[in-house]
């Protein structure tokens, strides 16, 4: 396995990926994987004698199925069925991974999942997403997403600037640079050319 990112579409329709994940004993397969390899991607790791990796596999689900947990700060807070919900969403999604890259499957040595239950309690996103706000033209119409705020010297620099993703996030950290001081910024990418 290399470090480059994999997605897979089990579906011709690219505006049907949400993961229909309501009820945990009939799971169906999830419509679109992402995959992910950072420690692959990082020239500084050192895998060790057990040649240890990480992986992550992202895919989407309905904010609707855990907005009944927005606020609860644990596992034991939010109960059995998010409990029974979770472990069948984890074993479904690792399956799923392995059949894909089957070579990995001797690998594994550890799993967790996170949920949008998760990404509210610990970063407090719009409706437990981790890549912002939707991208949808009202969102890049919006005055209120531009690097320079209505408050002196308050810049703002995140995927939400910009663009979803780490390149997104990246860009709305140049801009934010540039807004607050144009010269230096310029100076600074010129610099990095």
Known sequence: ???ANKWFYDTW????????????DDLPAAEVLYCSFPSL????????????????????????TFAEWQGTKSRADRGE??????????????EQFLTKIPALRDMVDYVELSTPASSDYYVRPVNGSIYGLMPTPKRFQSPWLRPRSPVRNLYFGSSDVAMVGVIGAMMGGVLAATASDPVRAVRMLRGLA
């Open 41 to 64: 991607k990082d020239p500084h790791h050192d895998p060790g004698p057990e040649q240890r990796h990480t992986g992550e596999v992202v895919t989407f689900v309905p904010w609707e």
């Open 81 to 94: 069925r998010y409990e029974r919900l979770k472990k069948a969403m984890e074993e479904s999604l690792l």
């Open 1 to 3: 396995c290399s470090g």
């Open 13 to 24: 329709d690219t505006e049907e990926d949400m993961w229909k994940v309501e009820n945990p």
